[in-house]
């Protein structure tokens, strides 16, 4: 029997990637899902994956910067499963790099998407914890939030709220016994990774593809572990803070970065 078996989980972001990560290890683990995603032929297609194993998912699609449709999207888990116990709010975009090309409207993009989906995602969820009992809210991060970036600066500060946001949330609704906590990727190949690997080749006037030398250099030269991580890493680190083993522990973020953050 899995972790979570009983539970149910709503995965914002959850059609591709990171997220799509975590989708597969929480329903190994037992949890029934939700995969939202404002893309919903990804978010089908990562729910039709889970069903064809034998285990529960439905597909939501969901603009995560929408109050509204956050509301009837944790209402319609609630319709379809019973109950809610697990927000992970997932979604997240990395927008444009470098400080000339960075507009306001993406500037505000970036903050909208990253961070204040958290506190709308949250604050639709909160009402029905509060009514059963508790519940377990999972914010991913990122290293990025950690200290400043040159490429990404919008990124970097987005990813440092959702850090001090995590931790605001745990303050007021520890006592509720809600649990929030954050895990912060590190060098995940996905499609922003790749994103970021051409943006670098502009940056350095190569030919797009190959910048790809910039993740293997990096991990050489700053990650003690010497591996790229996977979304299957951050699932697994999603899934202990949504379970009872991680009980006592709110307020915290986790780096799973193979050591390139040791703090």
Same mark, same amino acid.
């Given at each position: 029997?899995?972790?979570?078996?009983?539970?149910?989980?709503?995965?914002?972001?959850? !059609? /591709?990637?990171?997220?799509?990560?975590?989708?597969? $290890?929480?329903?190994? @683990?037992? &949890?029934?899902? +939700? *995969? %939202?995603?404002?893309?919903?032929?990804?978010?089908?297609?990562?729910?039709?994956?889970?069903?064809?194993? !034998? /285990?529960?998912?439905?597909?939501?699609?969901?603009? $995560?910067?929408?109050? @509204?449709? &956050?509301?009837? +999207? *944790? %209402?319609?888990?609630?319709?379809?499963?019973?109950?809610?116990?697990?927000?992970?709010?997932?979604?997240?975009?990395?927008?444009?790099?470098?400080?000339?090309?960075?507009?306001?409207?993406?500037?505000?993009?970036?903050?909208? *998407?990253?961070?204040?989906?958290?506190?709308?995602?949250?604050?639709?969820?909160?009402?029905?914890?509060?009514?059963?009992?508790?519940?377990?809210?999972?914010?991913?991060?990122?290293?990025?939030?950690?200290?400043?970036?040159?490429?990404?600066?919008?990124?970097?500060?987005?990813?440092?709220?959702?850090?001090?946001?995590?931790?605001?949330?745990?303050?007021?609704?520890?006592?509720?016994?809600?649990?929030?906590?954050?895990?912060?990727?590190?060098?995940?190949?996905?499609?922003?990774?790749?994103?970021?690997?051409?943006?670098?080749?502009?940056?350095?006037?190569?030919?797009?593809?190959?910048?790809?030398?910039?993740?293997?250099?990096?991990?050489?030269?700053?990650?003690?572990?010497?591996?790229?991580?996977?979304?299957?890493?951050?699932?697994?680190?999603?899934?202990?803070?949504?379970?009872?083993?991680?009980?006592?522990?709110?307020?915290?973020?986790?780096?799973?970065?193979?050591?390139?953050?040791?703090?």
């Amino acid at each position: 029997m899995g972790r979570l078996e009983g539970k149910v989980a709503l995965v914002t972001g959850g !059609g /591709r990637g990171i997220g799509k990560g975590i989708v597969e $290890v929480l329903s190994r @683990e037992g &949890a029934r899902v +939700a *995969v %939202a995603d404002i893309n919903f032929g990804n978010a089908a297609r990562a729910a039709s994956a889970i069903e064809e194993q !034998g /285990r529960r998912a439905i597909a939501l699609e969901l603009d $995560v910067t929408k109050a @509204e449709q &956050a509301t009837q +999207a *944790v %209402a319609q888990v609630i319709e379809v499963f019973g109950q809610l116990d697990i927000l992970v709010n997932n979604a997240g975009v990395l927008g444009e790099h470098g400080t000339r090309d960075i507009t306001l409207e993406d500037w505000q993009m970036v903050l909208d *998407v990253n961070l204040k989906s958290i506190w709308i995602m949250s604050r639709a969820a909160i009402p029905h914890f509060r009514e059963r009992g508790g519940g377990k809210i999972v914010n991913i991060a990122s290293i990025a939030g950690r200290h400043g970036g040159q490429l990404h600066p919008h990124y970097s500060a987005s990813k440092a709220g959702v850090i001090n946001l995590t931790q605001s949330l745990a303050m007021e609704l520890g006592p509720r016994n809600i649990n929030v906590n954050a895990v912060c990727p590190g060098l995940v190949r996905t499609d922003m990774m790749t994103n970021l690997e051409g943006m670098v080749a502009d940056m350095r006037r190569q030919p797009r593809g190959d910048g790809e030398g910039f993740v293997p250099g990096f991990i050489a030269a700053s990650c003690p572990l010497r591996r790229e991580q996977t979304p299957e890493d951050i699932g697994h680190a999603v899934a202990f803070f949504a379970s009872e083993e991680a009980r006592n522990i709110t307020g915290q973020a986790l780096n799973v970065d193979g050591g390139i953050e040791l703090n």
